[in-house]
């Protein structure tokens, strides 16, 4: 019996996302939650300035997957569907 659901994971992996948007969003980006597989990999999409800014790759490790997987230790990866 699965006690997450996928719309609960997505709940919680936006909540966890709320303390890392105003700083891109700050700079002219953001970024979308577009899936999270059965797998537990989270996938993001890069929105605005951070589609090809040369950070991108830092905040995702740095940033996005340590907010995230610091609130759902069960997500396994991060990885972003487009962007540098």
Do not use: F, H, Y
């Amino acid at each position: 019996m699965q006690t997450t659901t996928k719309e609960d994971l997505l709940l919680r992996i936006e909540d966890a996302l709320s303390s890392v948007r105003p700083p891109l969003v700050v700079d002219g980006g953001n970024v979308e939650v577009v899936d999270v597989t059965d797998d537990m990999c989270v996938k993001i999409r890069w929105i605005g300035m951070c589609e090809t800014c040369s950070m991108s790759a830092m905040t995702l490790r740095a940033g996005i997957a340590e907010a995230i997987r610091g609130k759902i230790p069960e997500i396994e990866r991060v990885e972003a569907v487009n962007g540098i």
